[in-house]
C-alpha cells in the first residue's frame, strides 16, 4: 500500500499545478493522497498559502480533484500548519472553518527571546539557519535547540495535531557543526517530546525529503529517534512532502526497507475519515 499525507501545491511553495500532483501520485501508484499546502502565518513570507480567499480556493481546487479523481485515488484535504506561541491562529479554527480531514504540525519557525527574530530552519540554504541561530538565539546552540523541541511540546498540548512533522528537521542544517545527536542533552529533549507524541496520540511521520533532496543524511526522524518510537508503541505514517509530481514517492523504497529491518511492521494513514493501520510490506 502506498500512500502520501504530505504534499504541496501552487497556493503555497509547492512548484507543480494540484492535478499534476494527483497525476504523479497516480503514476506512482499511491491509493491515497493527501494535499496539505503550508496554512497562512502572520506575517510576510514566500512559502505559506497568503490568506483566507486563497484558503478557500485551495478547498474548491482539492474537492474538484478528489470527485474527478474518486474512483483512482482517495484524496484528503490538509493543511501544514506553523505553531508560533502568541502568533499563529489555532490549528481547531483551521479545522473547523475549512473542514479539514486532518492537521500536520511542523515547526519552520522558532521563537526566540522576541517576536522580532525567528529562526528559520528550513529551506536549501544553510547560511539563514546560521544567521537566524545568530540573530534569535546569539548561536547558543542548547538554548536554540530547546526552545525548538519545547515549541513542538507545546503545540502537542494546546493545538493536537493530528501529525507532527519531520520532528527533527532542526538537524537539517546542523551537519554535525553546532551539536551532535548523541549529545545526552539532545537525547533527553527527544525523550521528553516523544512523550508528548505518545500520551497525546499523534501520528509520528516519517518524512523522506531531506534525503531525496539530498540536504539530510538521514531521514525526518533519524534512527536513534524511531528506535525510541518503536519501543513506545508510537504510530508512524510514511510520507514524502513532496513539492513536486516526481517527488510523491521520493525514497520509499528505501525508507520501507530500512522502517521494516528496525523492526516496524505498520504504518498509519488517514483514510475515509480515521486513522487506519497498513502492513509495511
Ligand atoms: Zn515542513
Ligand atoms: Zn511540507
Known sequence: MKANLHSHSPYCDGKAPMEEMVKGALRKGLKILGISSHAPVPFKNSFSIPGNEQLRQYRKEVRYLQDKYKDQIAIYL?????YIQ????????FKKEFGLDYT??????????????????????????DRGLRDAFG????????????????????????????IDKIKMHNHNRYFSEDESWYRQLVDETLDYVKANDCILEVNTRGVYKGRS????????IL??????NIPISLNSDAHKP???????????????SIG???????????WKAFALD
Open 264 to 274: 516496524f511492521r505498520e504504518m498509519y494513514y488517514y483514510s475515509q475519515g480515521d
Open 227 to 232: 528506535q525510541k518510537a518503536l519501543e513506545q
Open 217 to 224: 543524511d538521514s531521514l525526518f526522524p533519524g534512527h536513534m
Open 86 to 93: 502568541g502568533m499563529t491562529k489555532d490549528f481547531e479554527s
Open 139 to 166: 548561536s547558543d546552540i542548547y538554548t536554540a535547540v530547546s526552545c525548538y523541541y519545547h515549541q513542538i511540546n507545546e503545540m502537542i498540548t494546546t493545538q493536537k495535531p493530528d501529525m507532527i512533522g519531520h
Open 104 to 129: 500536520i504540525g511542523s515547526i519552520h519557525l522558532v521563537k526566540g527571546q522576541s517576536n522580532d527574530h525567528l529562526w528559520f530552519i528550513d529551506g536549501p540554504d544553510a547560511s539563514n539557519y
Open 246 to 260: 516526481d517527488e510523491m514517492d521520493g525514497y520509499y523504497t528505501e525508507a520501507m526497507r530500512f522502517l521494516k
Open 78 to 82: 490538509s493543511l501544514e500548519i506553523d
